[in-house]
Structure formats: structure tokens, C-alpha cells
């Protein structure tokens, strides 16, 4: 019994030892952990208090405790974006990307700030990361789109809107962002397609009723144009493009009185806007108002050179009251003037 009862002490002890020898070794690190841990949902509720100074100190408590941890990388992003410290954020959001390769999220969060410093082309390598990680994203489809519409590329920015809509029919920006793509590139029968889904999910957003009335003009269906430019400027009082759009459909129309007060409150808006001072000199100059429309025109050539050739063209007609005035061929350049 005693020889039984000595083998299990020396039993006992070597598991004592061993105990302590993984204390020794793993135990700040356990404990590094569980800290990290609760001091990880402290930073998180603080955040979702709105206290975010607060949720700062600690989340850096988190990362002194936890270097690599990237969930508190990429609320550390997060919380100093709100706070206005974008490269503060984008450099936590590398972190998290860093030390969390998977999260499509953070790489999300991560093209987003990027973006909203300027590079969208970094952004657009962030929104791919993205939409990698989980190709049924529409948000993430749906930023990708935005930033290959800022780099001028709108063929490619438009299968990005088509996908974020295939990913999900009911996201309305996504709507919104196939709308303008196809507007912009004039195709203007799908474009009404998809403003009419746009506008069944955002009926009150004067920019899609501003694209509706481009894209119905381009057809010639102008009195639709009119209902729907009226509508914009309606929503949005101060939508200077609605506005110029407006003067346009009104010239097409013949209506050269509501062309000028609308063209002249798209140049009220935005005084650099070139369409609308063309729109105001072409107006005036229906009106016979010809030294008025003269000094309109000459402004539009001024904010945009290609205004003078297409007044030299005249295809429309809106100045055939000028063609034999030699102040309006001087400033169009036509031959034989000197």
C-alpha cells in the first residue's frame, strides 16, 4: 500500500509540474486573450453608443494585448472613419485586411475609404478583393460599379450595376447606378427599364425623373419628357441639369418662352453650366432678342468651346435669326466673315 500510495505522489507531482510549466509558458498569453476578448466588446458597445473616442482607447488597448487581431483592425477602421481620420482609418483597415485576408468586409470598408480619399484606382483593387470573398454581394458590386463610373469606365461600371441587381432585384441603388450607365452610353430604351425599377424602390429622387426625361427626349417622346423633367425639378427645386434639360425639350418643342425660363434658371443654379446658357442664347434668339442671345452664346462658347460649332451648325435651326448678323458669324467662325 505505501510503495502504491509514494507512485501516485510522484504521479501527482509530475502533473503538478507540467501544470505549471504550461502555466508559465501559455499563461500571459491565455490571459492576453480573454482581456483582449472582453475589452474587444467594451470597444464594440462604446461604438454603438456613439462614444467613439472612448471606443479608440480601447480597441487599442485590444491591439497592444492582441497584435494581429483582425476583427479590432477593422472596427478601429471603422470608428475612425466615422470620426472624420481617414488615413488613420484606411492605415486599420490595411491591418485588418493584413491580419484577416478573408473578411470581405473589411476589404469592403477598405475601398471605401480609399475611394473617399481619391484613389479610386486602389479602390477598385479593394472592391475586387471584395466581391471575390463573397460573389453574391451586392453592396460590394454596387461600390465596384460607383468607382469604375468615376474612372470613366462605364461599360464595365454597368456590368457591376447589372450584377449588384442580380444579387439583389430589391437594392434600389443598384437600380439607380444601371440607370445612369445606360443613359450615359444612350441606350435609352433599357435605361427606362431600369429607372422604372429604380423609381418603383426611390419614387422621390429627382435624379432618376431627370434621366427618365433625358432618355424619353432622346426618343422623341417629348411631352413623357416634359411630365418627367417637371417632376425632377419639382423634387429637387435646385436641379440645375433638370433645369437645362428642361430648355432643351422646350426647344424641341417650339416652346421657346418656357425654353428661356427654364434655361435661365439652369444658369442661376450653376453659372458654368454650358448647356444652359446655349439653351438661353438659342431661346432668346427664337424670341428675336438677338444682341441678348449674342451675349449668351458667347458665354457658352467660353465655358465650352464646342458650343461654337454646333451654333456654326445650326442643325436645330434655334439660330437662323443670327445667320446674317456678322457679329454672330465672327464669333462662330463662319467663312467669308472677316
Partial sequence: ??????????????????????????????????????????????????????????????????????????????????????????????????????????????????????????????????????????????????????????????????????????????WCGKTFALTHLGRHQEALAACKEALRLMPELADLWWCKGVSLAKLERYGDALTALDKATELNPQHAPAWSSLASVNLDMGRSLPALAAATEAARLDSNDHLAWFNRAAALCRLGRTDDALVALRRAIELDNRCREEARKDEDGHFAGLRGNRAFQRLVGLRGVD
Fill in 1 to 174: 500500500m505505501r510503495v502504491t500510495l509514494s507512485r501516485w505522489k510522484v504521479v501527482f507531482a509530475g502533473v503538478v509540474a507540467v501544470l505549471v510549466l504550461l502555466a508559465v509558458i501559455y499563461g500571459p498569453s491565455v490571459y492576453a486573450r480573454l482581456s483582449a476578448a472582453r475589452t474587444y466588446r467594451k470597444a464594440a458597445e462604446l461604438s454603438r453608443q456613439g462614444r467613439l473616442d472612448e471606443a479608440v482607447e480601447a480597441l487599442e488597448e485590444v491591439l497592444a494585448l492582441r497584435p494581429h487581431f483582425g476583427e479590432a483592425w477593422h472596427l478601429k477602421g471603422l470608428v475612425l472613419r466615422e470620426l472624420g481620420r481617414a488615413d488613420e482609418a484606411l492605415d486599420a483597415l490595411e491591418n485588418a485586411t493584413l491580419h484577416g485576408p478573408s473578411n470581405a468586409e473589411a476589404w469592403r470598408d477598405k475601398a471605401t475609404v480609399l475611394a473617399e480619399l481619391g484613389r479610386p484606382s486602389d479602390a477598385l483593387a479593394a472592391y475586387e478583393a471584395a466581391t471575390g470573398r463573397r460573389p453574391g454581394w451586392a453592396d460590394a458590386w454596387y461600390g465596384k460599379g460607383v468607382v469604375l463610373r468615376r474612372l470613366g469606365r462605364t461599360h464595365a461600371a454597368l456590368s457591376a450595376f447589372e450584377k449588384t441587381v442580380q444579387c439583389d432585384p430589391e437594392h434600389a441603388n443598384g
